[in-house]
């Protein structure tokens, strides 16, 4: 299917309208690339969330405790390699941040499996109860996480050689966030060669349209929807990671907190889209930076704005469900 570049056209026009603003084209430079990293870093935490919406129909106001699980995970697996994460050497911090990444995908998924069959499960279909026993499933993993690793705030520090920036000529660009584009863009091309080019992608996206028939061809549906609810829960461990690691701290919230930001983003986007997911992502997190740099005040309803202006334009999203 062809791309519609109006959307890409809009990031850009968001960029180009934002660099006389912003004073200089420096400070412009840094500001978009902060945004940038950022909008690919809450890509990888909202594409699992698209993920499960666009191919169950599932609407998940619980995906923020996947979050926060992840996020705690590395909190305990870097604190228990806290050689390793202080290490000047490079290999060393990849090696303890990738075990981050892969104990807080991996707890996540496990909860996932827990979550969709004991909450998810008995609702398919019923979009109000899904918000509401799913909103509670997330108010309970919060509780249960004050119970395992505290209320308090828990630093988390960025591994030794991930601190600093790197310098091209006036434009500071930090390390870590480099590395959370190219997480992020392996994300995007992963998901979509996943669902484009693969059998189970296939299969995926035929259980939505025609269950019954596909069940009749000797495949289990149900299995399929299973897997694509826990990789929407590994997905969201993993941007919760980077998040925690970006903010540098920890709390039981930081699920919550996000959450709204992650359903703006796939309403912008197109409920199910993940080329869409990740437009809208860029958008939030530019937008975000530009505001909280020109105008401080009207950062806190800037994403709002910036929701109902798309809508305004396109009521169903930048890209329709069938953009994926």
């Given amino acids: 299917m062809k791309l519609d570049p109006k959307p890409l056209a809009l990031l850009a026009t968001l960029m180009l309208l934002a660099l006389p ?49 992840g996020a705690f995970t590395a909190t305990t697996v870097m604190a228990t390699l806290s050689p390793w994460a202080g290490s000047p050497d490079v290999l060393p911090n990849l090696a303890v941040l990738a075990l981050a990444c892969s104990a807080g995908m ?14 998810v499960r008995p609702v398919y279909g019923q979009h109000l109860k899904q918000i509401l026993i799913t909103m509670g499933g997330m108010i ?21 050689s991930l601190r600093g920036i790197f310098l091209l000529g006036d434009v500071a660009v930090e390390r870590f966030r480099v590395l959370a584009c190219v997480i992020g863009l392996a994300v995007l091309v992963a ?57 540098q701290g920890v709390e039981p919230q930081i699920g919550a907190k996000v959450n709204l930001l992650l359903f703006i983003v796939i309403i912008i986007g ?6 869409g997911c990740l437009v809208g992502a860029l958008l ?41």
């Fill in 21 to 69: 603003l912003t004073g200089s084209p420096s400070t412009w430079a840094n500001l978009t690339l902060a945004g940038l990293a950022m909008g690919l870093i809450i890509f990888v935490i909202a594409s699992g969330l698209t993920l499960v919406f666009g191919l169950m129909d599932v609407l998940n106001f619980g995906h923020g405790v996947f979050i926060a699980l």
């Fill in 191 to 247: 998901l979509l060669l996943v669902l484009n080019r693969t059998k189970i992608g296939l299969l995926i996206r035929a259980g939505v349209q025609d269950r019954e028939m596909v069940e009749a061809l000797g495949y289990r549906i149900r299995r399929l929807f299973v897997g694509v609810f826990v990789a929407g829960a590994a997905l969201a461990g993993l941007g919760g990671v980077l998040w925690a690691l970006v903010q």
């Fill in 284 to 324: 939030v997190g530019l937008v975000a930076n530009y505001v909280g740099f020109i105008a401080p005040k009207a950062a806190l309803f800037s994403n709002i704005a910036l929701m109902v202006t798309v809508l305004m334009w396109r009521p169903q999203g930048l890209y329709p469900v069938g953009a994926k």
């Fill in 106 to 119: 991996a707890v996540a998924a496990a909860v996932g499996v827990v979550f969709e069959r004991v909450l």
């Fill in 140 to 160: 309970i993993g919060e509780e249960l996480i004050k119970a395992t690793w505290g209320a308090q705030l828990i630093p988390l520090p960025l591994p030794e």
């Fill in 270 to 275: 197109g409920l199910g889209s993940t080329v």
